[in-house]
């Protein structure tokens, strides 16, 4: 087993894990909040170091990522490990509770992206920054190889890790999951502040876009759209915003978002975001991208596959403005 990066000892063989704050103090035996940290005789072990639950070759878009090297695929793999603890969560069977793993090396990872001509390797499904000692030596050997890496994240991290990660990282998808702090408590168990601190950082060195699950009654007033809206204006109004349907999962009994409510959320959130689309609706102009400037159509999709696009080096091929496209 890999010894975790981000912890100190402390007395009785306890530990202190620094890696999110949640700063789980773990009895000598016992596992973290994560699941993927494990103390072992006061020292603190990554025991899902290389063990993934799955392996797949996506469409970029599925992360989703839409304005990331548009229409190619990524080698997708997780780990079974996550820091929140949501209610609504889509793949709780991976991420809440121990499930299967297949040993996974971080050479045979990248392996992988090669042998399936993927644009890299993206860390996805549950939460890949709990898995972080295999994605800090996975990701420096993908670079190497000229590889991009993907992270697909909650955000839930602590500033030091994070600082430390980023300079191997391509591309984010980070969920805002409420602009409501009760939220993150009551339905996640963790804070919004981190997450919120997480995205601002991050937006400094790497590609990012933003997905936030409507969900009725917990987080889809107009003042909670309003309110990320305003913020995520005035940390780039360039950056992506995903607004993506939720549907009934895990502990969460609640009907499907209403059409009219994802509408509601787009029409408030272009008012100051160039970017806005809405995910996991049969709707495919909601996905389509726009040029932010003279309006026309710059890529169509279908689902997760792109159909057209009309840009080229990184400009609208109508009005020639730059675009906020990566690829």
């Not at 793999?77 to 809440?96: A, D, H, Y």
Request: glycine share 4%; charged share 25%.
């Amino acid at each position: 087993m890999h010894e975790a990066l981000y912890y100190e000892k402390l007395e009785d063989k306890k530990v202190r894990c620094n890696l999110c704050p949640h700063h789980c103090i773990i009895k000598d035996g016992k596992i973290g909040i994560c699941m993927g940290k494990e103390n072992r005789g006061g020292v603190l072990y990554a025991r899902n170091y290389a063990q993934t639950t799955s392996i797949a070759n996506d469409p970029i878009e599925k992360k989703p990522l839409y304005h990331f090297y548009p229409g190619t695929y990524i080698l997708s793999i997780s780990p079974n490990s996550c820091n929140l603890s949501c209610k609504f969560c889509q793949n709780w069977e991976i991420s809440q509770m121990e499930s299967p793993t297949q040993h996974l090396s971080p050479e045979r990872a990248v392996e992988f992206a090669k042998k399936y001509k993927s644009i890299g390797i993206s860390y996805t499904y549950t939460e890949p920054l709990m898995w972080y000692e295999y994605v800090l030596d996975t990701a420096k050997l993908a670079q190497k190889e000229g590889l991009k890496n993907v992270l697909v994240t909650n955000g839930f991290i602590n500033e030091e890790p994070l600082l430390k990660i980023l300079p191997l990282i391509d591309a984010m998808n980070i969920d805002v999951k409420s602009m409501d702090d009760s939220f993150y408590r009551k339905v996640c168990s963790a804070k919004l502040e981190p997450v919120l601190k997480t995205v601002e950082i991050s937006q400094k060195s790497c590609h990012i876009e933003i997905t936030n699950l409507v969900i009725p009654t917990l987080n889809d007033t107009d003042e909670l759209f309003h309110k990320l809206t305003d913020w995520l204006s005035s940390v780039n109004p360039n950056i992506p915003l995903h607004f993506s349907r939720y549907f009934p999962s895990y502990k969460m009994p609640l009907p499907p978002t209403p059409l009219e409510t994802l509408k509601r959320a787009r029409d408030i959130a272009m008012k100051k975001i160039n970017y806005v689309y809405v995910g996991n609706i049969h709707q495919d102009e909601w996905n389509n991208t726009y040029c932010h400037n003279c309006k026309k159509l710059i890529i169509s999709r279908e689902g997760y596959f792109v159909i057209e696009k009309n840009y080229s080096n990184g400009k609208c091929n109508f009005c020639k403005t730059p675009l906020p496209i990566v690829g």
